[in-house]
């Protein structure tokens, strides 16, 4: 099978390459129902939103860990990480993208989607395997 993501510099990479990379990692622990939101017209907080959820807290936090290693490795490291272990969400601040990582529950109570309705959605069908 085919790595989806591979380690690179995004030190200095446009914001939706660094959303993008986070995309991919996610897909690769298969975290479900991802979103990507361009959400820059509506916030000066950022740029985008990644939008992910997990089955278990043991599952988003292995989320959370994974793209804070990988993305290390890509020369990016958080602004801030809220939420701890045993949290249904984990928001991780990347700076011009910040990322959602939600249990079922959580998701389906604060709507991100439904909130930020006027947010840009980015297609990723390319980005993800099966």
Not at 46 to 68: M, P, R, W
Request: charged fraction near 30%; glycine fraction near 8%; proline fraction near 2%.
């Amino acid at each position: 099978m085919e790595e989806v993501f591979k380690p690179h510099d995004l030190s200095n990479a446009e914001p939706i390459e660094i959303a993008k990379a986070a995309v991919r990692i996610l897909d690769g622990k298969k975290a479900g129902d991802i979103k990507l939101l361009r959400v820059a017209d509506s916030t000066v907080l950022t740029d985008y939103f990644v939008i992910c959820t997990g089955h278990s807290n043991t599952q988003i936090k292995g989320f959370a860990d994974e793209l804070d290693y990988k993305l290390g490795l890509c020369g990016l490291q958080p602004k801030n990480i809220e939420g701890e272990k045993g949290s249904q969400w984990i928001l991780m601040d990347y700076y011009s993208v910040i990322v959602h990582i939600f249990g079922r529950e959580s998701r389906d109570f604060y709507k991100l989607e439904k909130l930020w309705g006027r947010a840009e959605e980015i297609a990723i069908d390319d980005l993800l395997t099966d």
